[in-house]
Nanobody, 117 residues
Framework: QVRLVESGGGLVQAGGSMTLSCEAS????????MAWYRQAPGKERELVAG???????NYADSVKGRFTISRDNAKNTVSLQMNSLKPEDTAKYYC???????????WGQGTRVTVSS
């Protein structure tokens, strides 16, 4: 069964921190680099951070130095530690494989992050 379940979102003030978690099915997780994506109102879904199976990471310039992605290969989970949050980080956050993903791929429901000023 394909499974992508995001959690941990909510309301936080600018400058605060929040950790997002994603539980993925083995079919997605075991052979794929994983990533966090986000979609703000009126904007396209964008890649926020990616991590390979061996732990090599990549970040969007907008979050570099503030966000940290990690994975637990034993538990099929991916986390995103977000620090120094800004109002422009407000979006719905999703996890999925790091690579070519489209609307026709499976997506979870995501978790909303709202950063107030």
């Amino acid at each position: 069964q394909v499974r992508l379940v995001e959690s941990g979102g909510g309301l936080v003030q600018a400058g605060g921190s929040m950790t997002l978690s994603c539980e993925a099915s083995e079919s997605i997780f075991r052979r794929n680099p994983m990533a966090w994506y986000r979609q703000a109102p009126g904007k396209e879904r964008e890649l926020v951070a990616g991590i390979t199976i061996d732990g090599v990471t990549n970040y969007a310039d907008s979050v570099k130095g503030r966000f940290t992605i990690s994975r637990d290969n034993a538990k099929n989970t991916v986390s995103l530690q977000m620090n120094s949050l800004k109002p422009e980080d407000t979006a719905k956050y999703y996890c999925n494989k790091w690579g070519t993903v489209t609307m026709y791929d499976y997506w979870g429901q995501g978790t909303r992050v709202t950063v107030s000023s």
